[in-house]
């Protein structure tokens, strides 16, 4: 029966399902108690539409695409679910009628600590487009026992928590204990045989992810580590060491244990998910030379770089292939996904760790190694040093990057002039090999979640002026341009803004007592902490501001007032990044304390930011804060969902600030600092001198000699003092003149109504490119050639 035909017929089973479960009806139960049912209720109905929808996919043969991702950053599900499912009115107007709060009732809902950046709200965005666009596309990652952390803030510093976020029932899950798998470590080779391998069973747990409107429900797969049947010895040792695999996202990797943790988990999804696939593909009476007809591997990052070689392990020595067609099969289903220039983030591994704890694919991987140098060392393109750079295997490490590169069909950035980046530096032997390999995959947000869903205000502006089909249809966002009352729709989309600003001031109060001035500039910065985003360039302007504030009238008098907000998490290992936490909310704690200045200067600090705090901040935000070195940022897609709800940016020419300037024009963004090719310059020649730069410009000079004063003990912040003295590889000092006169043309642009919000319609309309669904159209029809699910 539909639960959700009617208003009445709704109450009256809600009602029923409380009583039996809870022993109360609707008058007396809680907000979880409502929740609960509610999200149990939905799910009969995800289950319902997974199921045929699954049925379809066999029966028409449809070829599939399995998103591998270390992480996958959700959010909230039961609000997109009643959305997606097209039940939210109906289930809003039983609960006003049960005098029931409907927003209490879904924030009842903890985000999932499956992920925990932009590459997990990027493979989220990714699964909601698929399914919305009917493709079977389906993500494959880790079930993380605990989230990154939950962040507090004590005496200012970042102090980490366990984020035991299945603490209570994870609603929209369902185990299949029936399609476990086998993963095996470490063990040896006799004879050319892999023989006395450690197993761990991988269990794996559904999450439904709901098509907008389709009745299209695909899934992603969650694997959790249990001890397994074919372990011969299971000791408490074991037992443990099993449960860490999956116990938490991104364990500290400083450690040696803490390396070898991150490879298994690693191997472990990767394993799982390509031995579900072929099983798979062999149980519904398909030849495995056609493996590549029905399957595609997207690798998100090189943390699931090991598909590539246990796929070749799986054909080779499980199926009976011999290398070269093994070879073919893996190199036409897997494709790469690169996020990142950043040495650092280049994966590789210590060749002895690889080697113990996965024997037989090290083996395969110097294989791989061996054909790719024979293929190469003749090319006399390549000088020896150029030939060594592009091994797969190196002397002492094994590069994830290379061996994606080598093995996949394509190698795709995530923005204009990120891939560009790849081409000319980071990847560049590699494009004169393989050119045809590369391309331009630019990011998306789903404009379901950050407008329809967590903007209501703005949605309901967008709907006036466009009916509904810009939900299905974000291109149509553009057509804002067009509308001739152009004061009628600045003023719906002031009032839009301006209610947003209220409910997130309303939320600020509530978690942190700081009041805030709903009629001050809401200039946001959130995203992960790290130095390349330069959290510590827009403290240190805060540092300028609040000097310059008490010092000189003429400025005070004029100046607009600005509420700056930040949110963000440093990894627990990341001493510099946590001494910036410390920073800022040491700097918000004199600022916010200071009567002089504080009605025109406040710092917020949002503890624990995840995707639900995000849908508060997204719709408030007048300035976005895009502000990273130029090079640095592969795409980012915060500056997609701020501008989608009206933010005008102000950033600098890296990622895909590139592609929002070009769309929005120069007059709509503000853009500061220095291009790529002038910090690759730098970088090459050595030529900057941070210290000369701090002896010779006062302000600069000021605002970091500030450190010595904030806290009682003056050697506290000297760390950051001297990271930025003596080296400042992010350069920004270099920016920071930039970027004062940069926040000087907003604070006056905003004192001018109509030009703010004609400069935020434009960006509103422009976002319109930035939508998933498109990106995942270019995926679809250039790499995976997926047909849809009818």
Known sequence: MNYFSSKDIFIKEFNKRLLKHYGVTSVASTSYENYFILANMLKEVIDKNQSSTSRIVENSNLKKTIYFSMEFLLGRLVTSNLYNLGLYSVVDEAFRDLKLDIDLILHEETDAGLGNGGLGRLGACFLDSGASLSLPLYGNSLRYEKGFFTQVFRKNKQIELPDNWLDRPFVWETRKDEDSVEIPYFGNIVDGTFRNQNWVKAVPYDVGIVGYNNDITTF?????????????????????????????????????????????????????????????????????????????????????????????????????????????????????????????????????????????IFEILCEINRRFLLSVEKDDRFSEKDVYSMRVVGTSRVRMANLCVISCKSVNG???????????????????????????????????????????????????????????????????????????????????????????????????????????IFDIHVKRLHEYKR????????????????????????????????????????????????????????????????????????????????EYLVPACDISEQISTSSKEASGTGNMKFMASGAVTIGTLDGANVEIASLVGKE???????????????????????????????????????????SSEPTEFIDLRNNLLNRDYFLVLKDFRSYIKAHEKANELYKNHDKWYSMSIVNIAKSAFFSSDRTIKEYNNDIWKLNEIK
């Open 668 to 710: 709509n963004i503000i853009i500061f600092g220095l291009n790529a090719k002038e910090v690759t310059e730098i970088y090459e020649t050595q030529s900057y001198r941070p210290y000369d730069l701090y002896l010779s410009d006062p302000i600069i000079k000021e605002a970091i000699d500030s450190f010595d004063y904030l």
């Open 535 to 614: 959290q510590l360039m827009n403290i240190l302007h805060i540092i300028y501001l609040h000097s310059r504030l008490k010092k000189d009238p003429v400025f005070k008098a004029s100046y607009y007032p600005h509420t700056f907000i930040f949110g963000a998490k440093a990894a627990p290992s990341y001493y510099i990044a946590k001494k910036v936490i410390q920073l800022i909310n040491t700097v918000a704690s004199k600022i916010n304390d200071d009567p002089d200045t504080s009605h025109l200067l406040k710092v917020v600090f949002i503890p624990n930011y995840n995707v639900s705090y995000a």
């Open 414 to 520: 995530v923005a204009a002039l990120h891939t560009e980046l790849l081409k000319e530096l980071v990847l560049r032997n590699f494009y004169k090999l393989y050119p045809n390999k590369f391309n331009n995959k630019t990011n998306g947000i789903t404009p379901r979640r950050f407008v329809a869903y967590s903007n209501p205000a703005l949605a309901s502006v967008f709907t006036k002026y466009l009916k509904e089909d810009w939900k299905t249809d974000y291109s149509l966002v553009e057509n804002l341009l067009k509308v001739k009352n152009k004061k009628e729709l600045i003023f719906d989309v002031y009032q839009a803004k301006r209610r947003a600003k209220i409910v997130l001031a309303k939320k600020i109060k509530e978690d942190t007592g700081i009041n805030i001035d709903v009629n001050s």
């Open 220 to 360: 992603l797969r969650i694997w959790k580590a249990e001890p397994s049947k074919y372990c011969t010895n299971i000791t408490e040792n074991y037992i443990r060491e099993t449960s860490h695999i999956t116990e938490t996202l991104y364990p500290d990797d400083s450690t040696d244990y803490g390396k070898f943790l991150r490879v298994k988990q690693e191997y472990f999804f990767s394993s799982a998910g390509v031995q579900n696939a072929i099983r798979e593909h062999k149980k519904l009476g398909r030849d495995i030379l056609d493996f590549d007809k029905y399957y595609n591997f997207q690798l998100n990052d090189t943390h699931p770089a090991l598909v590539i070689p246990e796929l070749m392990r799986l054909l080779m020595d499980e199926e009976g292939l011999e290398y070269l067609d093994a070879w073919k099969i893996t190199t036409s289903v897997c494709s790469y996904t690169n996020h990142t220039i950043l040495e650092e983030a280049l994966e590789t591994w210590e060749i002895r760790l690889v080697k113990e704890l996965l024997p037989r």
